[in-house]
């Protein structure tokens, strides 16, 4: 089945560095890759929809400049948090969905836990 | 904008008993999609099943059924023959693709937990 892989699976980083997050799917193409963010016993909030080849479409009150999300493949989308704070510290997931199966499930990352310390 | 509202934030069963958990949605689209996720301790996210809004029969995947009610936007899924490994945080999600493109995203409800008692 379709597998997507997200590296690394837990960092701590320093208040003001920065932390890239990747989202690699193994098995097949992805044109279209999701960024959400999910606070301690929250839900699933979309941060932006990373498209291959163009600019990431930012849902509203996400900083694009602190989120910088690049797609350069078909089969890898990079999360970077730019100068990282304590209020960043929460879990990011990504998910794919098939190129050319518009009706296809999303597939799921295992998720990135982010602490800034 | 679509809204997902999950009202049980906490759900328990017995063992082996049947439990259902509600999801009721907002949307002017005729076309879209239903599923409940299941994200377990280990925070992966597990798709339970899935729902295409034009096909009035309700989806079953073995223990899981759900009841889908269109008109109402009502989208509840019913587990039977609980098991402690259902034990889990459950979204009911939603996606809607009027052009059909693929790349629309899903919105997820604020999810209930369900514990499975021994």
């Known amino acids: 089945g379709a597998v997507v892989s997200q590296h690394p699976s837990r960092v701590i980083c320093k208040s003001g560095t920065s932390v890239k997050i990747e989202c690699r799917s193994l098995d097949f193409q992805a044109t279209t890759m999701f960024w959400y963010r999910q606070f301690p016993k929250q839900s699933l909030m979309l941060m932006a929809t990373s498209n291959e080849g163009s600019k990431a479409t930012y849902e509203q009150g996400v900083e694009k400049d602190k989120f910088l999300i690049n797609h350069a493949s078909l089969t890898l989308s990079t999360l970077t948090v730019t100068s990282a704070h304590p209020e960043d510290s929460s879990f990011y997931i990504c998910?794919?969905?098939?190129?050319?199966?518009?009706?296809?499930?999303?597939?799921f990352g295992n998720g990135t836990r982010l602490t800034v310390t | 904008a679509q809204t997902v509202t999950q009202s049980q934030p906490e759900m328990s069963v017995q063992e082996a008993e049947t439990v259902t958990l509600s999801c009721t949605y907002d949307t002017s689209e005729s076309d879209y999609y239903l599923f409940w996720y299941k994200q377990p301790p280990s925070r992966q996210m597990i798709l339970v099943i899935r729902?295409?809004?034009?096909?009035?029969q309700n989806a079953t995947e073995n223990r899981f059924s759900v009841n889908f009610q269109k008109a109402a936007k009502s989208f509840s899924l019913k587990i039977s023959d609980s098991q402690l490994g259902d034990a889990a945080m459950y979204f009911c999600a939603y996606r809607s693709d009027p052009r059909n493109s693929g790349n629309t995203p899903l919105v997820f409800g604020k999810g209930t937990r369900l514990s499975v008692i021994a």
């Open positions: 998910s794919a969905r098939l190129a050319g199966q518009l009706n296809s499930p999303l597939h």
């Open positions: 729902q295409e809004a034009y096909k009035q």
